[in-house]
């Protein structure tokens, strides 16, 4: 998902879409806590709907991604935390996976951005 909104300066809000399910809009809400260029970037991650059950359930989480160098280039550490079981578990799957696949992509993806 592409942010629509996003800026790495703490207080930012913005946006991802994704598809909708039931009372949920399928609209995640972020807001920048932490941002330390070359550093750190720390974001709230907020979607779902309280009346919800699975997929589109009331998620409040963090992300965390956080830079450090090694003789090899730069590790890159994400961390994304504060489910709660077992409302979240369909959100813990699917972001699960969707943060696999970001993962392999981001040599790729920090390429682009040089």
Excluded at 98 to 108: F, L, M, N, P, S
Aim: glycine share 12%; aromatic share 8%.
């Amino acid at each position: 998902m592409k942010p629509t909104g996003f800026a790495p300066a703490v207080g930012t809000q913005f946006t991802f879409q994704t598809a909708p399910a039931g009372e949920w809009d399928g609209i995640v809400r972020c807001q920048v806590l932490e941002a330390i260029p070359n550093e750190r970037l720390v974001y709230s991650w907020k979607s779902g709907h309280p009346g919800n059950v699975g997929y589109g359930s009331s998620l409040d989480t963090k992300v965390s991604f956080t830079l450090a160098k090694v003789a090899e280039g730069t590790r890159v550490r994400l961390v994304h935390s504060g489910f709660v079981l077992p409302t979240n578990a369909t959100a813990i799957k699917n972001l699960g996976e969707g943060w696999t696949r970001c993962a392999r992509d981001i040599e790729t993806i920090a390429g682009e951005q040089r």
